[in-house]
């Protein structure tokens, strides 16, 4: 990661850490969780992930999720927007940590990600994005974009 934004415009810091632990005073406009998941959504280029997955491994994934998205939500500015990204499917890792979230959290909301990849004609109000293998001939991927309002 360090590598890729060797060039990008701004004062960016890459830190190797728990995020749960971080603690800052300056309030960020934009936080990308990149959660840890399943990674079912990589299973085209490694199949032999669906062996190494059990259903036990989706709760204490899930809990470290909504963990994770809490704490960037309290680091980002009014205004500002939370990504919350997996590469998994499962509806447990995507749009129910994201439900939750925001039935907890009413200074948010769920921004329209169509006009963030215009290329894949998503229709106008959709509140994630997901990729599939078969459609996007990509991992599976789910984003979501959650902006603060208070």
């Known amino acids: 990661m360090s590598n890729s934004l060797w060039n990008a415009p701004g004062d960016l810091k890459v830190l190797v850490m728990d995020a749960r632990e971080f603690e800052s005073d300056v309030e960020y406009d934009r936080i990308l969780v990149d959660a840890p998941c399943t990674g079912l959504g990589a299973l085209r280029r490694r199949p032999e992930a669906r062996w190494r997955r059990q259903p036990s491994d989706v709760p204490p994934l899930t809990a470290l999720q909504q963990e994770l998205l809490t704490k960037a939500s309290e680091l980002v500015r009014v205004g500002g927007v939370v990504g ?55 991992d599976g991927m789910f984003l979501a974009l959650l902006r603060r309002t208070a």
């Open 84 to 138: 919350y990204v997996t590469c998994s499917p499962h509806l447990a890792e995507t749009d129910s940590i994201v439900a939750n979230f925001l039935k907890r959290n009413p200074n948010f909301e769920a921004l329209d990600v169509s006009p963030v990849l215009p290329q894949l004609k998503l229709p106008t109000g959709s509140l994630s994005l997901r990729l599939r293998p078969d459609v996007h001939h990509t």
